[in-house]
């Protein structure tokens, strides 16, 4: 009787080892699969994260291409081109389109040249032209001192040699320049009462608003005497 009673615990004990191998390898391959599957999700969540980074990058590029594009048409707006009517002593009196930065001598060019009877010594043709100018070209033995020599926003044009002292005009004469409007009229006036009169033309410059390229425009129609 002991002996069957050994042998049984013997077949339990057995047993018990081949269920406790058995469950150490099932929950081992479970927890293999787990992980596999684990690290295969990272990898996708990885993989989508660097895809909607990469979408992003994309459009953040278009983004600044259609930006400098844009940058690039204003630019060009910039530039652009001017009109001007030119009109008096020449063979082809009109109104033409010069590139922003044209000569007087550019205008007279695109409308022929100067007519037999112009008087060649007037006007200054290396001036700068502006746009919505009026250069008129007088004849020979033209009084020039009229007002022939206003654009017809009632500013100095070439063909005109009265100058506008700066140190005396008020804001209504000084718009009579080119580039000079009320506002810039006023700053003019108000920069002459706090500092005092302009020694020199080019002190001008020193106005807000006032740079080389409106100086320019107005150089030849300006005095400080």
Not at 49 to 64: I, L, N, R, W, Y
Not at 68 to 76: F, H, P, R, W
Not at 127 to 139: L, N
Not at 188 to 215: C, M
């Amino acid at each position: 009787m002991n002996k069957i009673l050994k042998k049984i615990q013997m077949l339990i004990r057995k047993g018990l080892f081949f269920i406790f191998v058995g469950f150490i390898c099932i929950t081992a391959c479970g927890c293999g699969s787990g992980e596999i599957s684990l690290y295969e999700d990272m990898e996708a969540v990885s993989s989508n994260q660097s895809t909607e980074t990469g979408d992003e990058d994309d459009s953040e590029t278009v983004d600044s291409d259609d930006s400098e594009t844009a940058n690039l048409d204003i630019s060009s707006e910039k530039v652009g081109k001017i009109k001007v009517y030119v009109c008096g002593a020449v063979r082809s009196p009109g109104v033409y389109e010069l590139d922003a930065d044209a000569r007087i001598n550019d205008a007279l060019e695109v409308a022929g040249g100067f007519a037999e009877n112009a008087d060649i010594d007037i006007v200054n043709l290396a001036d700068v032209a502006a746009d919505g100018q009026k250069i008129y070209f007088p004849v020979e033995g033209e009084d020039i001192q009229s007002d022939i020599g206003k654009n017809q926003n009632g500013q100095a044009d070439a063909g005109s040699n009265r100058l506008i002292n700066i140190n005396e005009a008020g804001v209504e004469e000084l718009t009579e320049l080119p580039g000079i409007g009320e506002t810039r009229a006023g700053q003019i006036v108000e920069y002459r009462q706090t500092y005092g009169r302009f020694s020199d033309k080019e002190d001008l410059k020193n106005v807000s608003g006032i740079g080389d390229s409106i100086y320019r425009k107005l150089e030849t129609y300006i005095t400080v005497d």
